[in-house]
C-alpha cells in the first residue's frame, strides 16, 4: 500500500502514478489516480486495490504530484496528463480539460507499503516576478512560496 501524511498548513491534492500492465494502449504503461484529498495532519492509505501490496505491481517506479490549497506543490520533471476532476485512467488517455503537472519519481522496493511524509522543506520552490511600471518609475513584486525565511533579499 502507498500511504500519506500531510504535516503541510494547508490542505492537498494528491495525483499517484503507476506501473499497469493493462495500459497497453500507449508507449508507457502506467496509470494515475487523483485527487486524493488530505487535510493538516492527516495521515492516510491511498484506496487503490492494485497497489495493496507494492512488490507485486512489476515495477520499482512510482510517482506523484501533490498541490496545496495556498498553491504550494510536490512536483518533478515527470510529465502527465490530468484533468482538475477525480480521475483514474491509462496515461495514454486524454480529455481537452487536462493539464500537464510534473510528477515526482520514487523508487520503492522489496517493501508491501511505502508512506511519504508531504513536510515544508521538501517543496518544489515556486517563484512569481511582476512589474509595473508608471509615471514616476515603476516597481517589481516578486513572490515566493517553498522557500526557508530569510532576513534579506537581494534583487539584482
Not at 501533490?66 to 483514474?88: I, K, L, M
Amino acid at each position: 500500500m502507498i500511504g500519506f501524511a500531510n504535516h503541510y498548513r494547508a490542505q492537498v491534492w494528491i495525483a499517484f502514478q503507476w506501473f499497469d500492465p493493462n495500459c497497453q494502449g500507449g508507449s508507457e504503461p502506467f496509470r494515475t489516480e487523483g485527487w486524493f484529498n488530505f487535510q493538516p495532519g492527516d495521515s492516510s492509505w491511498l484506496n487503490i486495490s492494485e497497489l495493496a501490496d507494492l512488490r507485486r505491481v512489476g515495477s520499482t517506479h512510482f510517482y506523484y504530484y501533490v498541490e496545496a490549497a495556498d498553491g504550494a506543490v510536490w512536483a518533478g520533471p515527470y510529465v502527465t496528463n490530468c484533468p482538475s476532476s477525480a480521475f483514474n485512467w491509462c496515461n495514454y488517455q486524454n480529455d481537452p480539460s487536462t493539464r500537464a503537472p510534473g510528477f515526482r519519481e520514487i523508487i520503492i522496493s522489496n517493501t508491501p507499503d511505502y508512506s511519504i511524509n508531504l513536510i515544508p522543506g521538501d517543496l518544489q520552490p515556486t517563484i512569481q516576478v511582476s512589474t509595473e511600471k508608471n509615471q514616476e518609475g515603476g516597481w517589481v513584486t516578486v513572490t515566493g512560496n517553498g522557500y526557508a525565511s530569510v532576513g534579506r533579499l537581494h534583487l539584482c
